[in-house]
């Protein structure tokens, strides 16, 4: 996203899910849900990043800080949608030292923060 700066996924580009399933993005660049577990927003679950309507993420995620069961999409007392598909399993830590970091003009961080290592596992 611009926000983010990294611009974001092309409309009408397309990838290839493990089972071999080809998806393309929407007009705005947006895919499909596919992940709908009922898991709520608690503190170090990811979610994705979506307008709050169904089939609109894109290509970001976020980490919850604390929780934000609004954001649950089998909550039915908000129209916000952003269903949860994993969780941090160590460093909490660190996402607190993220968290807590100075921020300036437009809640950007005065210095910037950089995620170097990511390890996914099943």
Not at 101 to 119: A, F
Request: a negative charge; aromatic letters at 6%.
């Amino acid at each position: 996203s611009p926000r983010a700066g990294t611009g974001g996924p092309p409309a009408g580009s397309s990838f290839t899910l493990p089972d071999g399933t080809s998806v393309t993005r929407s007009a705005g660049g947006n895919i499909p849900d596919e992940f709908v577990g009922e898991f709520s927003n608690e503190p170090g679950t990811l979610s994705m990043a979506n307008t709050g309507q169904p089939n609109s993420g894109g290509s970001q995620i976020f980490i919850n800080t604390k929780h934000n069961s609004f954001l649950d999409y089998f909550d039915g007392s908000t129209p916000s949608k952003h269903p949860v598909f994993g969780k941090v399993t160590a460093g909490m830590d660190v996402l607190t030292a993220i968290e807590t970091t100075p921020t300036g003009r437009g809640d950007k961080p005065v210095e910037p923060v950089r995620v170097e290592t990511i390890v996914i596992s099943e």
